[in-house]
């Protein structure tokens, strides 16, 4: 089966803890995505990645980290700056299809603050 | 300059009624506009997408019309049903952002019976 996996599906953060958040595709595809979305403000992009070892912050990077050492996996840490963590997690990859680059979007990791 | 406005931001819709959502986008440099569906708990897929270049595309019971004069954007539902009932987004990327999505702020769409 071709997919992007998310674990966990469902993840509690103390004050003061790192979490990571983990991202696997069998896609073979080049790029990767996380983005966060909240309740009435659709996704937005917090870092991707287009080629192994090389990533780019988004529009809200801050308070996250991730690493591409591989091109399967696209790992995200929600570090202990980031002060309103609580949303759902999604990472994505794509490919270049016949107008345009396709996201294909995992089912997503929902992080909550205890 | 980057962001896609969307609206409205929820929608009822009878079964077998028309739902229609409208983007608007400032950026004349995106061109690639594709529209995703989100099941609640499940992440977005893509439902159709079109280019500048044309005015219309159509996909089964699925229809993007495309003002690129206006900067407008819309998707057509015809023949809703209960199954659609979901969140759907229009988004917009351009080549020199390489494969970066601009999403909409989603419109929440329940058909009822």
């Known amino acids: 089966d071709g997919g992007i996996t998310q674990s966990p599906k469902y993840l509690f953060r103390k004050e003061g803890q790192n979490v990571t958040l983990s991202c696997e595709q069998n896609l073979n595809h080049d790029a990767m995505y996380w983005y966060r979305q909240d309740p009435g403000q659709g996704l937005r992009l917090i870092y991707y990645?287009?080629?192994?070892?090389?990533?780019q912050k988004g529009d809200i990077a801050e308070g996250y980290s991730v690493s591409r050492e591989k091109k399967e996996s696209f790992p995200l840490t929600v570090t202990s700056a980031q002060k309103n963590p609580t949303a759902f997690y999604l990472c994505?990859?794509?490919?270049?299809?016949?107008?345009?680059?396709?996201?294909?979007f995992g089912p997503g990791t929902r992080l909550l603050v205890l | 300059q980057q962001q896609v406005k969307q609206s409205p931001q929820s929608l009822i819709v009878q079964k077998g009624g028309i739902s229609i959502i409208n983007c608007a986008y400032e950026?004349?440099?995106?061109?690639?506009f594709p529209w995703y569906q989100q099941f609640p708990g499940k992440g977005p897929a893509l439902l159709i997408a079109?280019?500048?270049?044309?005015s219309e595309k159509k996909e089964g019971r699925f229809t993007i019309s495309f003002n690129k004069s206006a900067k407008q954007f819309s998707l057509h539902i015809m023949d809703s049903q209960p199954g659609d009932s979901a969140t759907y987004f229009c988004?917009?990327?351009?080549?020199?952002?390489?494969?970066?999505?601009?999403f909409g702020e989603g419109t929440q769409l329940t058909v009822n019976p």
């Open positions: 994505a990859s794509s490919h270049p299809s016949g107008i345009g680059e396709t996201q294909y």
């Open positions: 988004a917009a990327s351009m080549k020199t952002s390489g494969s970066r999505l601009t």
């Open positions: 079109i280019r500048p270049d044309v």
């Open positions: 950026n004349t440099a995106f061109d690639y």
């Open positions: 990645s287009q080629i192994v070892n090389d990533f």
